[in-house]
């Protein structure tokens, strides 16, 4: 410690010590509830630097994330709290949050999803329909150059932007049909290749 950072630690406890002695003096008659008051603030001082250092782990416990095996080929999806899977793919470079929706036939894009992936939505050509829960919606057909779910990568994957009210992604059976295996247990979707 140099002494330029003693002299100011010194100053610092000086200034701790005249607001402390200010208020024990103030409050004399009351020196037990001052205590209690003290530590109350000073626990919850202490909880919230302890809950900031631990952020990191409280959240992954919270909300998992996919993992990867070491060689991966296998993939762990956890179960989110509305009780679907959703899983982060990197399409033509650019990271897209997936719902895997076993009942959709294709990959899924909304309009949304098109433009952030660098389509536009506006120049595709609407030739097909889908049936969903929300009634008959067109579809274009689009080509991704690449679709990666960590070291896995296609290349020209169909896919479909839908031009109706859907407000996540959807990861369809034509993509999950790449995988040798699908399997639901303890939480997690295992996508092995």
């Known amino acids: ?3 330029i950072d003693f002299g100011q630690l010194t100053y610092l406890l000086l200034l701790l010590l005249v607001v402390a002695g200010y208020f024990f003096v103030s409050n004399r008659n009351r020196v037990g509830q001052m205590a ?3 530590l109350l603030w000073a626990l919850i001082f202490v909880g919230v630097i ?3 250092g631990m952020w990191d782990s409280v959240r ?3 909300t998992p994330a996919q993992s990867l095996s070491e060689d991966g080929t296998r993939i762990s999806i956890p179960q989110s709290a509305d009780g679907h899977y959703y899983v982060t793919l990197e399409v033509d470079g650019t990271a897209q949050s997936f719902l895997i929706d076993t009942g959709a036939t294709d990959i899924v894009l909304t309009r949304e999803a098109a433009k952030h992936i660098g389509i536009d939505p506006d120049a595709l050509v609407y030739s097909g329909s889908a049936g969903t829960a929300n009634g008959m919606v067109r579809t274009a057909p689009v080509t991704l150059d690449t679709v990666s779910l960590g070291p896995v990568s296609d290349r020209n994957v169909r896919a479909m932007v839908n031009d109706g009210e859907l407000f996540t992604p959807l ?3 034509s993509y999950l049909n790449r995988y040798a295996k699908i ?3 303890n939480g997690a979707m295992i996508l092995v290749r």
């Open 183 to 185: 399997e639901i247990s």
């Open 1 to 3: 410690m140099s002494g």
């Open 50 to 52: 302890a809950g900031i």
């Open 36 to 38: 209690r008051h003290a």
């Open 60 to 62: 992954s416990t919270l």
């Open 171 to 173: 990861l369809g059976m």
